[in-house]
Nanobody, 123 residues
Framework: VQLVESGGGLVQPGGSLRLSCAAS????????ISWYRQAPGKERELVAR????????NYGDSMKGRFTISRDNAKNTVSLQMNSLKPEDTAVYYC?????????????????WGQGTQVTVSS
């Protein structure tokens, strides 16, 4: 199982970046996919989430209107378009795949994480 993030880097405030996450080794189309981020000294927080079909998305409050998550189940990829970036968006961004199944009435969660990609917003 692999989740490989790419697209991070250094960008000036107000700029844009597009992160990508390439998945392999599991049934990608069955999993909800999320982007999380973690800044130094802070807890990991949800950036955006997209359901397995791509039919529903949700975003962290500070990302709404600036970030857009999308997925291509044929290519096993998910993207995060980030616009109007701010210094406070600086963090390591992680891709997460999550699946909850119920067998015999007992829920079971399977989750995978990527290694992360650094995003730095600075002038």
């Amino acid at each position: 199982v692999q989740l490989v993030e790419s697209g991070g880097g250094l960008v000036q405030p107000g700029g844009s970046l597009r992160l990508s996450c390439a998945a392999s080794g599991f049934t990608f189309s069955s999993y909800d996919i999320s982007w999380y981020r973690q800044a130094p000294g802070k807890e990991r927080e949800l950036v955006a989430r997209i359901t397995s079909s791509g039919g529903s998305t949700n975003y962290g409050d500070s990302m709404k209107g600036r970030f857009t998550i999308s997925r291509d189940n044929a290519k096993n990829t998910v993207s995060l378009q980030m616009n109007s970036l701010k210094p406070e968006d600086t963090a390591v961004y992680y891709c997460n795949a999550d699946l909850v199944t119920v067998v015999g009435g007992i829920p079971s969660r399977t989750t995978y994480w990527g290694q992360g990609t650094q995003v730095t917003v600075s002038s």
